[in-house]
């Protein structure tokens, strides 16, 4: 239909056994790509995608609102602490924060990488694609990208400083437990893995040559 969202999301509330379609864009957004959804809690969610789109519920998904953003980039990953505090990070060096449910999203300011990649014109600070983000707590966070890239901020993301780069392959997805010890993977079967807050990392092997694209941890020593 011409007046179908192209993008969408499921949602169950039964275990799985049965999923109903949740349309999040409506009307001149129809035909924008949502990339990916997070919730805080059973009501509060948002879902985000390309030229800046990020959607808010309060209902648990009944009803969506566009928010404002101060970008056009596309967005790629997102985390919440509460429903008044999350981050939302993408292409073209996005990052941003919100403490007041998404009413008003700041930009966070990432410093240029100092890595060798960065030296050699491959790496720049217009030009991070952010992946994913992951944060311990309000003030410590992660976000991982293309090419290898990893930054982190100390001050719930208004500013963020680049690590040194580990691997070159693109990384997809972080999971910090606490502001010490967290992972990261990506392109090539790569996992990387820390227990200084990223200030060093050790490549743990895998097994694999694929890409891997998602972290998902029970406590600290069970993961997939």
Excluded: C, M
């Excluded at 293309?146 to 972080?174: I, M, N, P, Q, Y």
Aim: glycine letters at 14%.
């Amino acid at each position: 239909k011409r007046d179908e969202s192209i993008s969408y999301l499921l949602k169950t509330t039964n275990g799985g056994e049965s999923w109903t379609r949740v349309d999040v864009t409506k009307g001149e957004d129809v035909n924008l790509k949502l990339a990916g959804a997070r919730f805080a809690d059973s009501d509060h969610g948002w879902a985000f995608g390309e030229a800046g789109a990020l959607f808010a519920t309060t209902d648990g998904g009944d009803s969506w609102t566009r928010q404002s953003v101060p970008t056009r980039h596309l967005l790629l990953g997102a985390t919440f602490l509460d429903a008044q505090t999350g981050w939302v990070i993408g292409a073209g060096s996005t990052a941003l924060y919100t403490t007041d449910g998404g009413a008003t999203w700041h930009t966070g300011v990432i410093a240029a990488p100092t890595s060798q990649a960065s030296a050699r014109g491959s790496v720049s600070e217009t030009a991070l694609r952010l992946n994913a983000v992951s944060f311990a707590d309000a003030r410590h966070g992660w976000a991982v990208g293309a090419g290898g890239a990893l930054v982190a901020t100390k001050d719930g993301g208004r500013t963020w400083h680049a690590l040194a780069a580990v691997t070159e392959s693109d990384l997809f997805d972080v999971k910090f437990f606490d502001e010490r010890e967290g992972w990261a993977v990506g392109g090539d079967g790569v996992a990387i893995h820390t227990t200084d807050g990223g200030a060093t990392w050790l490549v743990e092997p895998t097994g694999t040559p694929h890409a891997l694209e998602r972290l998902s941890f029970v406590g600290r020593t069970h993961g997939w």
